[in-house]
Each structure stands twice: as C-alpha cells, then as structure tokens.
Nanobody, 122 residues
Framework: QVQLVESGGGLVQAGGSLRLSCAAS????????MGWFRQAPGKEREFVAA????????YYADSVKGRFTISRDNTKNTVYLQMNSVKPEDTAVYYC???????????????WGQGTQVTVSS
C-alpha cells in the first residue's frame, strides 16, 4: 500500500524559507505524478504544485508561482516543496498527494499524506 509522510513544517518569519519533504513507500515512486496541496483554517483544500511523473514538468498555482519550487528525488522516493519569500497567507496544513494532474486541479488525489503545519509570522 502507498504511504506518504510529510515533514519539514514549522514556524517561519514572513520573507523566509522552508523546505517540505514527502517520503513515499509501497509503490514505484518514479511512475507517479506527485503534488502539494494546502488547507488553511476555514478554507477548502487547494492545489499548490505538481510534478508530472513521465516528463518531470512542473505546474504551480498562481498564488505561489515564482516563490515555491516542487522537485523530486527518485533515488530517495521523496518529493520536495521549496518555499521561498513566504507570506502570512501561506499559513496552512500542507499535504502531499499522489495521483493524476487532472485530479490535482480539483484538489483530489489517490493517496494523501498526513499533513504538516506551516505557520508564517508577520
């Protein structure tokens, strides 16, 4: 069974940086499209970034474009989200997901991690 475990969340000042990690097990990691999502208090889960399994192409929500970078290390079965120039509005629980990019756009995935809290102070 596929298991996804996020780590790297925490408290960071506005303008600072943070790197989230998502370790995958139970599947062939390199064959799956991976994504990052977030859910702020009182809001629905939203798509943040994706990396396509076959091409390696990356896609981002407009709100994070130019600030966040998604990447993957197939030898470690891990996907990363590098968060730079963070803003208070980035505060949310961040989740990694595995599935199809088309599903990611409506905040759906085949498998989810447990989430990691990111809090950005002003």
């Amino acid at each position: 069974q596929v298991q996804l475990v996020e780590s790297g969340g925490g408290l960071v000042q506005a303008g600072g940086s943070l790197r989230l990690s998502c370790a995958a097990s139970g599947g062939t990691f390199s064959m799956y499209t991976m994504g990052w999502f977030r859910q702020a208090p009182g809001k629905e889960r939203e798509f943040v970034a994706a990396i396509i399994r076959s091409s390696g192409n990356t896609y981002y929500a407009d709100s994070v474009k130019g600030r966040f970078t998604i990447s993957r290390d197939n030898t470690k079965n891990t996907v990363y989200l590098q968060m730079n120039s963070v803003k208070p509005e980035d505060t949310a629980v961040y989740y990694c997901g595995q599935g199809y990019y088309g599903d990611f756009l409506r905040s759906r995935a085949d498998y989810w991690g447990q989430g990691t809290q990111v809090t950005v102070s002003s």
